[in-house]
């Protein structure tokens, strides 16, 4: 990778070793059934996962509030494992008990989406995959329930030129709502299916808006 070895150091305790196979146990036996309780979750291309030779940038939409969980839930072992989520510091950590939660259960860290911190959440975001770390991304920056997908910033384009780091595309389609896309039944189950797309490499002093058009067109199309 290109970036500076620089450590992130923000709520290490979160992606500590022990605290990754606590988080394990908590997301395969109470959160992930609890999720599937509300959610059929079809997964397709996750090849494409195995093709990744390092930490990744994986790039989705944002069309759900629980498209995280799906996600996580599409991950498996190591990988899943190695993922942390860039979550809404507005949204997400607003009080302690959000905050930890969050970072328990779903291994977040805070993600400025505009202000003038923006640029120190880039910086950590980078960080993060120079120590060994996959970053989830919603670079719409901002949820749109149901869709349709908004433009990506152009954060994502940066981090990938700075970082060197492969992206993996991901889109989620809601083939039938659930309960946190406003149906108010149970059942029949919501139904997700989480595309993921061939890995893409950033070309050396590529552009970061060019990138970011191109992680755009490969997440529509995944």
Not at 112 to 117: A, I, K, L, S, T
Not at 130 to 142: H, R, T, Y
Request: hydrophobic letters at 45%.
């Amino acid at each position: 990778m290109t970036v500076p070895r620089r450590s992130a150091t923000h709520a290490a305790w979160a992606r500590h070793g022990s605290i990754q196979w606590l988080r394990e146990a908590i997301q395969s036996l109470a959160l992930f059934p609890l999720f599937r309780v509300g959610y059929k979750v079809e997964v397709r291309g996750f090849e494409n996962i195995e093709r990744l030779s390092g930490p990744c940038l994986v790039v989705s939409n944002h069309n759900m509030h629980l498209d995280w969980g799906m996600l996580l839930m599409a991950f498996r072992g190591k990988f899943r494992r190695k993922t942390v989520v860039a979550a809404s510091k507005d949204d997400l950590f607003s009080s302690w008990g959000r905050s930890f939660s969050v970072r328990l259960f779903g291994n977040a860290f805070p993600f400025e989406n505009e202000g003038h911190n923006i640029r120190s959440s880039l910086e950590q975001t980078a960080a993060l995959l120079a120590d060994g770390w996959n970053v989830l991304i919603f670079p719409e920056g901002g949820l749109t329930v149901g869709g349709p997908t908004q433009p990506f910033k152009a954060g994502a384009g940066w981090l990938a030129a700075r970082s060197g780091a492969q992206m993996l595309p991901v889109r989620i389609d809601i083939l039938r709502p659930g309960l946190f896309e406003g149906r108010w039944r149970l059942f029949p189950r919501g139904h997700v299916r989480v595309n993921f797309g061939a890995p893409i490499n950033c070309p050396e002093n590529a552009d970061h808006n060019a990138i970011t058009a191109t992680v755009e067109h490969a997440v529509l199309t995944a």
